[in-house]
């Protein structure tokens, strides 16, 4: 049975840094010889790249879904959902809820998703990041927003400086030889996107689970890719945080300021947070007490 609960929120604030050229790509809206042929996605209103919400919160559940099912013998006991699962892919391949922990075909791909809100609760992947089963659904605890340029990379560019790059690839055909030359747009390496994440505290015996999951997944980000072609070097990615805070479920009925509790990450990096959690979190623990 659905039994939701609101004790607060944690914000948090940063920039995504781009390290090598990041490619999200978008369709054509019109197509041109000599051309690019694979633009990135831009806002229509300023015409400026961004990192959708959707890709970037993709990407994290992905890498975690991996994390998650090397870890399933492990896990089992902290995570009873886990004990419904076993590693490796659906057979046949067109079946789903298999009792695989990639349960759901997607094109060509497979991925995790609980069949139902009960088993959803109890899954370190579903109860973060949401699922939508055959049963019933699992509402996300993560909101992650569009990642828009920072105001001195929009103002580099209408100083004129380029924001996105023009890469021409040529793939060659092991047997033939032959040329394939392709045009791919990339957002500059060095460009910065400001992010907000926020996570909704629902479960008093679960937030700080949620959160070190979470700050894991954003650590497999940085060592992975964000976007298209990571493995020929595209999205490497670094995040940084401004503003890590929580905010009491009071807070949004007063509006005072004693209801917020700032988290003094300071220039740390995501595995030095993680590292140092209870520490970092412990005026979080004390106003929230156990569950």
């Not at 013998?73 to 009873?80: A, I, L, T, V």
């Not at 789903?96 to 497979?110: D, M, Q, T």
Request: charged content about 30%; hydrophobic content about 35%; some cysteine.
């Amino acid at each position: 049975m659905m039994d939701r609960h609101f004790y607060g929120k944690v914000v948090i604030r940063g920039k995504i840094k781009a390290l090598t050229g990041l490619h999200i790509g978008s369709q054509r809206d019109v197509s041109e010889i000599g051309g690019i042929d694979n633009p990135v996605i831009k806002d229509p209103h300023t015409g400026l790249p961004y990192i959708p919400g959707s890709s970037l919160k993709g990407k994290l559940r992905s890498l975690f879904e991996v994390f998650t099912n090397s870890k399933l013998d492990e896990w089992k006991e902290k995570y009873p959902a886990l004990k419904n699962y076993s590693s490796g892919s659906c057979r046949p391949l067109n079946e789903e809820n298999c009792g695989r922990f990639f349960n759901k075909r997607i094109n060509r791909g497979w991925i995790h998703v609980c069949p139902d809100y009960s088993t959803a609760i109890n899954c370190p992947v579903c109860r973060l990041f949401g699922a939508s089963g055959k049963e019933s659904n699992f509402p996300s605890r993560l909101i992650v927003r569009d990642a828009f340029l920072t105001k001195e990379w929009e103002d580099r560019w209408r100083a004129g400086e380029e924001v996105t790059e023009a890469k021409i690839e040529v793939g060659i055909d092991r047997v033939t030889s032959q040329a394939n030359p392709r045009t791919n747009e990339r957002v500059v390496a060095g460009a910065e996107f400001d992010f907000e994440i926020i996570y909704n505290v629902e479960d008093l015996n679960q937030w700080e689970d949620d959160m070190k999951n979470l700050l894991t997944a954003m650590t497999l980000l940085e060592d992975s890719y964000l976007g298209g072609s990571g493995s020929r070097g595209y999205g490497k990615v670094k995040f940084s945080f401004e503003t890590f805070e929580f905010r009491s479920a009071d807070y949004y009925r007063t509006g005072e300021e004693g209801e917020k509790i700032a988290i003094p990450v300071g220039e740390k990096q995501v595995i030095d947070v993680l590292k140092d959690f209870d520490g970092l979190f412990s005026g979080v623990k004390e106003k929230l007490g156990a569950g």
